[in-house]
């Protein structure tokens, strides 16, 4: 499918095209390809000359093919976007490709994401937000950096809700078993949301190196470098945290194991001396006192019930059952 985007009275509006006769008809700021077929592709060369790749989000790009500027003056990134607002697939990131080619933008991926939809609802409630296709590329970027940044603030909250879980009652194994797979999950979406912004990062210094951006284009691009730097922060935070609640958790599980064997420990010590006294009186001895006496065997039994419960009662006065 194909979204076109012009610019009007400083307003993005936005239009589908479902044909190559509507797309000739108008002037786009903005291009965006979701999960594009070869008509409309073919759509794209006939009227603006650019031929798009069919790799062009390939997750497989050597380092050096993902920020460019070819012979023609295009400029070519390709850079990762945070979706994690999929319950059935899970947070994850997501190639998008972008070419600037003649003060056009076209971007390039399989699926819709939800920085895209953000800024198309700010771009037509905002005016005069964007001024031409590297605004648009800017504010993608921004809008993504703001995205991860509640990304960060989710994760936050649910290792607060696993910290008050594990820190704050008795813990038995199912309860760890299923904090050690919450925070499983977000120290996958904090690596992810890292990743993210390490890209982002990379992306919007490549544009700043291009020498492409205008004075006010080129302070906004600082800014959003700066909020960057204060996600890092914030993701090695968590990072740490992670590490603590897994730690905690994983001592928890030990410890309750420990009390399995301690259990298993004093019954077994607890039982050595019965053992001992039966060992004693299965010998195969012809002169043993107690075989000829009438009371021998309750003697024997009451011998080895009292030498079970004495280790127990010891046991428990020095704390060691609980």
Do not use: C
């Not at 190559?20 to 979701?34: G, M, N, R, S």
């Not at 997501?94 to 198309?120: C, M, Q």
């Not at 001396?273 to 009371?295: C, H, Q, R």
């Amino acid at each position: 499918m194909l979204n076109v985007f012009t610019l009007a009275h400083g307003r993005l509006f936005q239009e589908e095209i479902e044909s190559a006769e509507a797309l000739a008809h108008v002037e786009p700021v903005w291009v965006d390809l979701e999960n594009p077929s070869p008509e409309e592709k073919g759509w794209i060369a006939g009227r603006f000359g650019l031929v798009i790749p069919e790799n062009i989000v390939d997750d497989d790009l050597e380092e050096s093919a993902r920020f460019y500027e070819d012979d023609e003056g295009q400029l070519h990134l390709r850079t990762d976007f945070l979706l994690d607002d999929d319950e059935e697939r899970g947070s994850r990131n997501v190639r998008v490709a972008f070419i600037l080619h003649r003060k056009v933008l076209f971007s390039v991926h399989a699926e819709d994401l939800p920085v895209f939809r953000l800024l198309r609802l700010r771009a037509r409630r905002i005016p005069a937000l964007i001024e031409d296709a590297k605004d648009v590329l800017l504010k993608l970027y921004d809008a993504d950096t703001e995205y991860s940044a509640d990304a960060l603030e989710g994760v936050y909250d649910a290792l607060e809700q696993v910290s008050q879980r594990v820190l704050r009652s008795a813990v038995n194994d199912e309860a760890a078993a299923e904090a050690l797979a919450a925070i499983a999950r977000q120290e996958d979406l904090n690596s992810r949301i890292r990743r993210n912004v390490m890209d982002t990062r990379r992306a919007i210094s490549f544009m700043m190196r291009s020498r492409m951006l205008g004075a006010e284009q080129f302070e906004e691009a600082r800014q959003i470098l700066r909020d960057i730097d204060s996600l890092d922060s914030h993701t090695a935070f968590l990072f740490d945290k992670i590490n603590f609640l897994m730690d905690a958790t994983v001592g928890f599980i030990n410890i309750n194991q420990n009390k399995i064997i301690k259990i298993f420990s004093v019954a077994s010590v607890a039982f050595l001396p019965p053992t001992l006294i039966a060992s004693i009186y299965g010998m195969n001895f012809k002169v043993l006192p107690e075989l000829d006496w009438s009371l021998g065997y309750p003697w024997a039994l009451g011998l080895m019930v009292a030498s079970a419960i004495a280790p127990f009662l010891y046991f428990k006065k020095r704390g060691w059952l609980g």
